[in-house]
């Protein structure tokens, strides 16, 4: 396969490095309006081909697929152009900057018969994947609900604000495990830097059934935390992404609701079983990732973070967004 590379800025070297590696994509361009940034990944991967204009590699007949690694608003654009030149997208998160823009660009797919693929990298990882199959072997038990907690010190975006730049993360891993559209979401957040961009944001989410998630972003935390907690009737998982030996681990704590109780005593019996750290692989999110891109395509068949996963990601990040403006008001999905 012949693969253009459209951004290589912060993210883009990263899909970069894994293109090389990848024994099936024999021809890699990379393409940046940035002069400085074409030199470095020339000087850095010497077997690259280097374009400064995306619309001349868009024109290259022999590339079949284009990853979009740009910052979002440029997202929608390039992907429109790449798939009327004939090319499959991998487009990095967040899809597209609205609900709109994102079924336009399924459409256009559809009609077009191209593959479209969203960088959801964490469902590639080890930790993500056996979660995954924690909950749909009934490990789990049904949720009882989903908490995240992503914050660190920066890095600020000029274009979105920390629900779009770090909630995508979070929303991915939530849908991809849970499989259902939330019915609601409601979003607070406030901006200490006054260009209108929240800093901190808190978004809580309920599904049917009782199910609800929280989240908590936050681009000024002294310290980097990337924490999950998934409770389930049966074991709770906390998934610490920061840790690099016990990164998942599951407990066989809970509560036991007895309704036979006289109404006087205690209803909730506690369970504290043991806890566990299941062994996970070491393979590369983004080299799974890319391979996954690759069969898609040769298969012709939906990739397991498709463009759909992508506007399901929106979906809600659109919902925080009129949340936010409209005093942490309840949107119905
Ligand atoms: N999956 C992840 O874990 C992850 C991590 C970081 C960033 N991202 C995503 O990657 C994307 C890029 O983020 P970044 O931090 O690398 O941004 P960045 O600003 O560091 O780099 C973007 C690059 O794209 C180039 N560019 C923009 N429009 C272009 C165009 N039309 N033609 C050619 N070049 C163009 C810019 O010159 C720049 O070099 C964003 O969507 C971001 O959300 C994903």
């Avoid at 298969?299 to 659109?318: A, H, W």
């Amino acid at each position: 396969m012949k693969l253009g590379i459209i951004g290589l800025g912060y993210w883009g070297p990263n899909i970069v490095r894994n293109a090389i590696m990848n024994p099936e994509i024999t021809r890699v361009v990379c393409c940046d309006r940035d002069p400085e940034r074409l030199g470095n990944i020339q000087r850095t991967f010497s077997t690259v081909e280097t374009c400064a204009d995306a619309d001349v590699l868009l024109q290259d007949s022999e590339i079949d697929a284009v990853a979009i690694i740009t910052p979002v608003f440029a997202h929608y654009d390039l992907a429109k152009k790449a798939l009327l030149a004939g090319k499959h997208i991998l487009v990095e998160k967040p899809f597209m900057s609205t609900v709109q823009q994102a079924e336009e660009i399924l459409e256009l797919a559809e009609k077009h018969q191209r593959i479209v693929m969203v960088d959801h990298t964490f469902i590639f990882t080890p930790a993500v994947r056996k979660i995954k199959e924690l909950y749909q072997s009934g490990v789990l038990g049904d949720l009882y609900y989903f908490d995240s907690v992503r914050v660190n010190l920066g890095l600020f975006q000029r274009d979105v604000n920390v629900i779009w730049d770090l909630a995508p993360h979070d929303f991915s891993i939530m849908h991809h495990i849970i499989g259902k559209r939330p019915v609601s979401v409601r979003a607070m957040g406030s901006d200490h830097v006054g260009k209108g961009m929240e800093d901190v944001a808190y978004v809580h989410v309920e599904f049917e059934n009782n199910l609800i998630a929280h989240f908590h972003v936050n681009w000024l935390s002294p310290v980097k935390v990337r924490r999950m907690l998934i409770a389930g009737t049966k074991k709770m998982v906390l998934y610490d992404d920061m840790e690099n030996v016990e990164k998942v681990r599951v407990f066989d704590k809970g509560i036991d609701v007895n309704t036979r109780e006289a109404e006087y005593q205690m209803l909730v019996n506690y369970r504290s079983g043991e806890m566990y750290s299941p062994v996970l692989d070491n393979t590369e999110a983004l080299k799974a990732l890319l391979q996954e891109f690759i069969d898609a395509i040769q298969e012709n068949r939906q990739p397991l973070t498709s463009g759909q996963d992508g506007l399901e990601v929106v979906r809600i990040l659109e919902a925080t967004q009129v949340s936010i403006k409209n005093d942490s008001k309840k949107i119905n999905l």
